[in-house]
């Protein structure tokens, strides 16, 4: 047998007749986390009062970020934050647009008529 040969095969084989270890890998099922990202999206789009609607966006994609790479704490608490700044955001934007419903169907009416009597006394407005 050729030198090479010899130490090759000798290599195969454990130099430690001890136990042999093994190891063992937890893997933990996939916890849900929320990230809340399509309700970030519509309240970007549509009630973005005072940018918390972006606000609420980014935290969202940190969200997601923290959940690919595992730091599922990290995803929650952003995911939270998410959560807080979409609500706030849509009571804000449902607010303001009743608020705007409201104010135009006080303010226009009175305006109509007062545009009217202008033009009934022909001063015209």
Known sequence: MI???HEVTNLGYPQNPGPVM?????????TVVPDHIVWSLFNTLFFNYCCLGFVAFAYSVKSR????VGDVIGAQSHAST???LNIVTLV???????????????VLPVYFRALEQGMQSGRGV
């Not at 093994?22 to 996939?30: C, E, I, P």
């Not at 804000?92 to 006080?106: D, K």
Request: hydrophobic fraction near 55%.
């Open 65 to 68: 970020d923290r959940k690919m």
């Open 3 to 5: 030198k090479e040969q």
């Open 92 to 106: 804000l934007g449902l607010l303001m647009t009743i608020g705007l419903i409201v104010v135009l169907a006080i």
């Open 22 to 30: 093994s190891t063992v890998v937890h893997v933990q099922a996939d």
């Open 82 to 84: 998410a959560k807080c």
